[in-house]
């Protein structure tokens, strides 16, 4: 088996950080890896209570920035700082269940043309976490959010066999470190989401593929250091962060219509959180105050596609 270490980002994940941790560590003492939580400038002193946990092995190390740099800065910094040949790259608020791991690294093996390999995501109850992906350009994304004739969505996909697809949910990476550096590693600009969506395009534009391993299996609570940051203004950091995607890769107006694509379903989410106000999870989306500052957000004049 190739060489590996596990990496997790940490800002403030004192609830779930050390799941994350217990959850792979027999199983990265046992097949002789890795595992290094870089801390973002953490301030709940969530990085001091793993980092006593495990001192005293010799997989654990603990590499600490002064700042929050970002999800992107801080991986490729943690990265850069091993040399590692297989990384696993994962939130601090998942959780691998028995044996996944295991699964995760061998599937690099058996895939050789594989950029990026994620496992099966689950919501904390167990329930399917959706997690395959089109490119988020707006004929896609519109398929994905109304019936388009002879279209289905890689979301809608059935989530029970290997597949490759655009792009996986970055809640849990496992990539070779020299085609992720061969790469250019994440695009820095991309503070929170899509920086693994901009990653998987450039690696599929290179002919690497992402591949969906369903047998290894992840609990991802979602957003949990996004939700502290921007609380319950995190979803609107997806509509930057999808034209932030667009301005580098997408054709002339595709900007314009994902504004408008999405300035549609904002009127849509709204008159449907009016009509059923009592939708699954409490969805901020279908709510008015969120579907302003969207509206804002999309259509505010002298803006600047981030």
């Known amino acids: 088996m190739n060489s590996f270490a596990v990496i ?9 950080l050390s799941a994350m941790v217990e959850s792979v560590a027999e199983s990265v003492a046992k097949l ?9 400038g953490s ?30 800065a801080g991986a490729n910094r943690a990265i850069q700082s ?48 959706p997690s395959l992906r089109d490119f988020p350009f707006p004929g896609n994304l519109f398929a994905e959010h109304f019936p388009v004739p002879g279209r289905k969505p890689a979301v809608k996909n059935p989530h029970t066999d290997e597949q490759e697809v655009d792009w996986l949910v970055g809640a849990v990476m496992v990539f070779r470190r ?34 969906f391993v369903p047998q290894a299996e992840v609990v991802h609570v979602e957003g949990a250091s996004a939700r502290k940051k921007f609380g319950r203004e ?14 580098k890769h997408g054709y002339t107006g595709s900007s314009a219509l994902f504004r408008l694509f999405m300035g549609l379903l904002q009127g849509y989410r709204l008159a449907a959180g009016i009509v059923r106000p009592a939708l699954p999870r409490n969805d901020i989306r279908y709510t008015a105050p969120y579907c302003r500052k969207a509206f804002r957000e999309l259509f505010r004049r002298n803006r600047r596609d981030y």
Not at 8 to 16: A, P, R, S
Not at 32 to 40: K, P, S
Request: net charge negative; charged share 20%; proline share 3%.
């Open 8 to 16: 997790t980002l940490n800002w403030n994940g004192l609830e779930v």
């Open 32 to 40: 002789h890896g890795r595992l290094i939580v870089f801390d973002n």
């Open 178 to 211: 020299d085609v992720f550096l061969a790469a250019g590693g994440f695009d820095e600009e991309f503070f929170f989401y899509h920086e693994e969506t901009e990653l998987q395009y450039r690696l599929f534009l290179q002919g690497y593929r992402s591949v």
């Open 43 to 72: 301030t709940d002193g969530s990085e001091r209570v793993v980092a006593d946990r495990w001192k005293d092995t010799s997989w654990f190390s603990l590499i600490k920035s002064p700042d929050n740099l970002g999800f992107a």
């Open 234 to 247: 995190t979803y609107l950091q997806y509509i930057q962060a999808k034209l932030k995607f667009l301005r």
């Open 82 to 129: 091993v040399d590692a040949e297989v990384i696993v790259l994962a939130n601090s608020d998942t959780v691998f269940l028995p044996g996944s791991l295991q699964i995760l690294l061998e599937a690099v093996e058996n895939y050789p043309s594989a950029g990026i390999i994620g496992p099966k995501l689950l919501w904390p109850d167990r329930t399917l976490q």
